[in-house]
């Protein structure tokens, strides 16, 4: 997925390969939607009405995986 670019999806979403871009997860509210990504720098994530911030920058290539906790952030 390249930078600039944007998925919405009402449940998960999954890309096997380098997200970018903006995502939104769960567009209906589902949150236990989860985005899934085998590297993952995105503009913004969100995941039902919940936003991801403070994005941290991995330079290492690996697996990997957001969803909301049970305290109600998004990790």
């Known amino acids: 997925m390249s930078q600039g670019a ?3 999806a009402d449940g998960d979403i999954i890309v096997l390969g380098h997200l970018q871009g ?3 997860a769960g ?4 949150r236990k939607a989860i985005v899934f990504a085998m590297e ?3 503009t913004a ?3 039902a009405d919940k ?3 403070g994005l941290s920058r991995s330079t ?3 697996p990997e995986i957001a969803s909301i906790l049970n305290d109600g952030t998004v990790q």
């Open 60 to 62: 290492m290539f690996h």
């Open 51 to 53: 936003v991801l911030s």
């Open 27 to 30: 567009q209906r509210g589902e």
């Open 45 to 47: 994530l969100s995941i």
């Open 40 to 42: 993952m720098t995105p």
């Open 6 to 8: 944007a998925i919405v």
């Open 22 to 24: 903006n995502v939104h």
